[in-house]
């Protein structure tokens, strides 16, 4: 199953590419997110090693659990071939009510049919006050009239 654009990648296939997979994830479906990666897909996610769909379900459902009012914005950093780099900024709030802005990188590596077969993402976390949240729009999909990380300035 094919899951377009595929590579080589160019400037706008890499940020449709991107787009795609943020607003996959903003879904916060575990099955639907699993589904643009290979079955075999190796993921290092912070210190976290997952290997095929299975773990990555699993790891998602506990993550957006955890990370409620989970919305997140990625851009395409550079690419190359089937490679895209990827930052990214996602804010959630944990059961207590303390609000955080994850900051990260991923490097993606996908196969001849677009699915991805690897992905290494670093993140770091700030705690933040609730007025300093950027992310306000409905849960789901970023609106396209949203402003970009480069634009919010993150």
């Known amino acids: 199953m094919a899951r377009p654009p595929l590579p080589p990648f160019t400037p706008e296939t890499a940020a449709q590419k991107v787009r795609l997979a943020e607003d ?4 916060r479906d575990p099955e639907t997110v699993s589904m643009a990666y290979t079955p075999d ?9 997952l290997t095929g769909r299975a773990e990555i379900v699993a790891f998602l459902a506990d993550k957006w659990a955890r ?3 989970y919305r997140l914005i990625k851009e395409p950093w550079a ?3 089937n490679r895209i780099a990827v930052r990214f900024a996602y804010e959630w709030q ?12 991923e490097n993606w590596q996908f196969d ?3 699915l991805m077969a690897q992905r290494h993402a670093s993140i770091n976390d700030l705690a933040i006050a609730p007025a300093d949240r950027l992310f306000h729009w409905p849960l789901g999909r970023r609106p396209d009239d949203h402003p970009s990380l480069t634009e919010l300035g993150l």
């Open 41 to 49: 897909s190796r993921w290092r996610n912070r210190g976290t090693f």
């Open 67 to 69: 990370e409620r009012e």
């Open 112 to 114: 001849e049919h677009g």
């Open 24 to 27: 996959a994830w903003n879904s």
């Open 79 to 81: 690419h190359d071939g």
């Open 94 to 105: 944990d059961a207590s009510g303390q609000w955080t802005r994850s900051y990260g990188n």
